[in-house]
């Protein structure tokens, strides 16, 4: 049985220099609430420090690095650890939301408001030209920001419990990304970025 033939289309969002595009909900078996869950006491999370500007700084959030190959990113090397079983089932609903192929997820662990992501483009070698990266978030909403690399446009989008965030084309190129901190009282939240690594 089919448990994603009925996932509904990704609602394209207008943007230059790059395609993008949104799905509220993907389609899976069991509750936002309960994958969210699992995520957290499932997996074996890391506070990595990485080189920005030649300085070594803890990241501000916890990660893990899934899938085939290793990854490089901020001067770290990321040993995969295989998917697991609910990781496998999360990367099926995006490859059918998608139509894209993943081998590889990294997931990032925003305990709470005080975890941010810095502004940064996923352009690594091992990527591609133009990568296809599938964006899919559980538990707390928190505002995605875009930055044109010439113009400097902003495009914030709330990623909310349980959204796919599809981008492709040239957006990498021409685009930044980054979750700021906040100090609101917010709840975890995780974000699973499955990405194909030639």
Not at 82 to 90: A, C, K, R, Y
């Amino acid at each position: 049985m089919d448990l994603f033939a009925s996932a509904p289309a990704l609602m394209p969002i207008p943007i230059r220099d790059g395609e993008l595009a949104f799905l509220a909900q993907l389609p899976l078996p069991w509750p936002n609430a309960l994958v969210l869950a699992r995520l957290i006491a499932e997996t074996d999370w890391r506070e990595e420090t990485v080189l920005v500007y030649g300085k070594r700084h803890l990241q501000p959030r916890l990660s893990a690095w899934h899938g085939d190959k290793a990854y490089r990113y901020s001067g770290l090397r990321l040993a995969p650890a295989p998917f697991t079983p609910l990781l496998d089932v999360i990367r099926q609903a995006a490859e059918q939301a998608t139509g894209r192929r993943y081998n590889s997820v990294l997931l990032n662990y925003y305990r709470d408001g005080r975890d941010s992501m810095g502004m940064h483009s996923d352009d690594e070698p091992e990527l591609g030209p133009e990568p296809a990266i599938a964006s899919v978030s559980f538990g707390a909403t928190r505002p995605f920001i875009l930055r044109h690399k010439a113009s400097k446009e902003t495009l914030k989008l709330p990623l909310t419990d349980g959204s796919l965030l599809f981008m492709a084309g040239k957006l990498q190129a021409n685009w930044m990304h980054g979750i700021n901190k906040t100090t609101r009282p917010l709840g975890a939240r995780i974000n699973l970025t499955f990405r194909n690594i030639d």
